[in-house]
């Protein structure tokens, strides 16, 4: 079909259509992208770790934010093109609203993503007010690393599941438009695309998310020790393009994730 948008993305999910998406850095990864059928292409502050080689998302600007984005968009005719909100670029809805403005207006992503819960809500309607679609992110929060001491599985505790829903409520009510759920719980998971309206896309987050993403380099084989919840079609296919279009394929017939890329609660 044409180019994906909200109203796409929303229908696939009304339909049941898996959404499938990836993270992309850079013109020519997003182009082969963009030929293997990818819905979405996130240019995510993970950036900071497989391009530049940092240990965490932290150091990521706005401005290499933006510089990535206008290398994938310019590659983009179909799939989505959404840019992550880095470490700081929010600290209040007002310097929120003008980082996002910038990575739409000079990066020219179609969506922002931020991490966060309810306490960002008054940002997500600052944004929807001006016409930008938002794609929230709860579970495992990689700009909170220094808080959560680790990374690791959250909303295994029943408060801590029901904090999650609550959150995932407050984002949906403010006008998010999607909802990335990272290292959850399948089950929970899994009742959250059920109870929300906007779409649901999981990264370790079971099956039973309305969409899958994994960053790039894990699932071409570049990452020497992927995470649990990733597969490296690229250590399975004879180059680039069959690899990312099985992922595609994979994701689009439920049969990626499988039960062994999950977490139980
Ligand atoms: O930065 C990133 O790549 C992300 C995805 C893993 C969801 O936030
Ligand atoms: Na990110």
Redesign the pocket.
Known sequence: GGAVNVTRLAAMKRDGEPIA?L?AYDYGFAAACERAGVDLL?????????VQGHET?LPVTVEEVIYHTRCVARACRRSLVVA?MPFMSHPDAESGLASAGRLVKEGGAQMV?L?GGAEQAALVSRLSANGIPVCA?LGLR?QQVHKLGGYRVQGRAEAEAEAMAADARALEEAGADLL?L?CVPAALARRLAGALAIPV?G?GAGSGCDGQ???LHDVLGVTPQPPRFARAFGREAAGVEPALAAYVEAVKARSFPGEQHGFQA
Not at 42 to 50: A, I, K, P, R, T
């Open positions: 998406c993270t996130l240019v995510g502050d993970s950036l900071g770790m497989v998302t992550d993503k991490e992110h990689p990335i990272e896309i990264i993403i994994l960053v």
